[in-house]
């Protein structure tokens, strides 16, 4: 089995680049593992140089665990950051006057533009010299290790699209998938077919790979569209269930939220997945983050509206409205403004939800007030605790 070495940048209590609470270290480290996970299906046996957040070997420990492993090929993984938000796309990196990094840095850019797995930088295969990070400047992963080695800066954690597509799962499966087809051409191409080998009987082999790399990728495309279809069915009847006497009840509003989220999910799945001119694909990576973002603030606020509206459904049992039940009904309906306000607040105008949070704030004082006057603290309030 044919030995390689992922490395993920930084790592411990170095996070690398940081922009908009992204970090580096975490997303080089998910995008390693896809990497490796996808190589296994290839019968590559892709080692990773730290495998948690915690650890942080140094770089030439680094380097050294590939040359004493005899990799093939050493590939780091890292994200560029910028101080124009406009800089983005990807580029391989590789030290001078090394023919074979270049190629494998090559076959890695064409399998990325294949895919359209990611934007590219205008230059996208580079030495560490021409980095214009100063003269001299070396990276060491590049220089200590003894097979070819390249690192992959994947994007721009500055820039927003690039960003939304390297925190997204799909967007860093899509990734992975090709930074690993473009590893898998080199080495076809460059170990497998050493001129020891019979040239008659490389080709049988690397048709027969070819074969079999179209279907794999005909698989796991049909896989992703199949488990987003099926995330649909399933979202689907959990909303004719609510509909199906015609009506939302109370009781069915966080229901409806929970399958809200689903959806959200998984159409910021099919956007990345369906996705195929560059162009659009940045913007439908942007649109797809708003949506999975939609969807872990919906879950965020989901039990304080699950509290709300249990609290609402209590008040509300005998179909009447008690005045001792004011205050409590008063506290549920601020409750749940509360949680959709934060849901929405991303999505609105500042003003308006400035506007909401104010109408809220005198909501809030009014129950204080009429708890003050009827004598009630609010350490000993709960639910139906007769005035
Ligand atoms: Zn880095």
Known sequence: MIKIVIDPGHGGRDPGAVSEGVEEAAVALDIS???????????????????????????TARANMANKAGAAVFVSIHCNAAGSSRARGLEVITAPNAPQATKLARAIVEAVKENHAASLRKKAVKTD????????????????????????????LTNDGDRGA???KAGQKLLSVAIAAGIRSYLDKEVETMPDKPAKKAATKKKAATKKKAEADAALANHEKDKNEANILTAWDKLKDVFKDGKIKPAEIPTLLE???EICDTLAGLLLVLAVDPKI???????????????????EQLPKIQGAWSQIGGIMRDDKIEVREVPELLEAI??????????????????????????????KRAIEFINKVTGKTRKNRGPLIPL
């Open 33 to 59: 593992r896809y990497i490796a996970k996808e190589l296994k299906r290839w019968k590559i046996d892709a080692i990773l140089t730290r495998g948690s957040d915690s650890e942080k070997p140094s770089l």
């Open 129 to 156: 010299q021409e980095l214009g990070r100063g003269d001299g400047f070396k990276i060491t992963v590049l220089r200590k290790t003894k097979m070819p080695a390249v690192l992959v800066e994947c994007g721009f």
């Open 166 to 168: 390297l925190t997204h």
């Open 259 to 261: 399958v809200a989220a």
């Open 281 to 299: 694909k940045a913007i439908l990576a942007t649109a797809s983050k708003i949506l999975a973002d939609l969807a872990i603030s919906i879950r």
């Open 334 to 363: 601020s409750n749940l403004v509360e949680a959709l306000l934060s849901i929405a607040v991303p999505f609105i105008e500042p003003e308006l939800s400035d506007d909401f949070a104010k109408l809220n704030g005198k909501l």
